[in-house]
């Protein structure tokens, strides 16, 4: 089936320490995107990129960081210079040439700093 | 500060009533809106989108209604059954570059059924 999948699902780190979050789209999308939520609240955009080796900060890329070396993958690193890492992650992909604005989510991923 | 927000932060329905959830948004030049269904701990599913163009647009028992002199979009579910209770997001279009894919969230409205 065709969808975003996003790993792990529940994570937990340690303060000081880099963690990775995955993302990988079948849907031969162009553009994807990295969500953060907070209990309570709505979706903030971290990092979103339109086309391969291509990407831009969202609202919020302090202490993020993004790479695009595949289509398929987008994968979103939380470093050690996030001060409140702890949130739900939800990557998502639209086509990019879609007239809607219509975004595909994954199931989200739970970091937990300890 | 967001542009899109909701009225109400959680809305208590009987079974087989109807639904409204509102929002308002800030950007008059706003021109495309999406609302969102999130249930928990899973990622938002879509439900339905409007142009501006457009006051009224009409899915399965849902239905979006945009009132543009007033900045207002609400959506409709009519015979609410227990499981539409979830998380309902509007969303607002933010063109990035050429990218139609980018929204700025209200914070939802956490909708409840009741048997």
């Not at chain 2, 409204?20 to 706003?30: K, M, Q, V, W």
């Not at chain 2, 339905?48 to 163009?53: G, H, L």
């Amino acid at each position: 089936d065709g969808g975003i999948t996003q790993s792990p699902k529940y994570l937990f780190r340690k303060e000081g320490q880099n963690v990775t979050l995955s993302c990988e789209q079948n849907l031969n999308h162009d553009a994807m995107y990295w969500y953060r939520q907070d209990p309570g609240q709505g979706l903030r955009l971290i990092y979103y990129s339109q086309i391969v080796n291509d990407f831009q900060k969202g609202d919020i890329a302090e202490g993020y960081s993004v790479s695009r070396e595949k289509k398929e993958s987008f994968p979103l690193t939380v470093t050690s210079a996030q001060k409140n890492p702890t949130a739900f992650y939800l990557c998502a992909s639209s086509s990019s040439g879609t007239t809607t604005g219509e975004l595909f989510f994954g199931e989200g991923s739970r970091l937990t700093v300890l | 500060g967001e542009s899109v927000g909701l009225h109400l932060p959680t809305l208590s329905v009987q079974e087989g009533d109807n639904s409204i959830i509102n929002c308002a948004y800030s950007n008059s030049a706003s021109d495309y809106f999406i609302w969102y269904k999130q249930e928990s701990g899973k990622g938002p599913q879509f439900i339905i989108d409007i142009r501006s163009n457009m006051d009224k647009r009409q899915g399965q028992r849902v239905t979006v209604l945009l009132n543009k002199t007033v900045k207002h979009l609400s959506l409709q579910i009519a015979a609410t059954q227990p499981g539409d209770s979830a998380v309902y997001f509007c969303a607002e279009n933010r063109n990035y570059g050429g990218s139609q894919g980018n929204l700025i969230f209200g914070k939802g409205t956490k909708l409840s059924v009741k048997p």
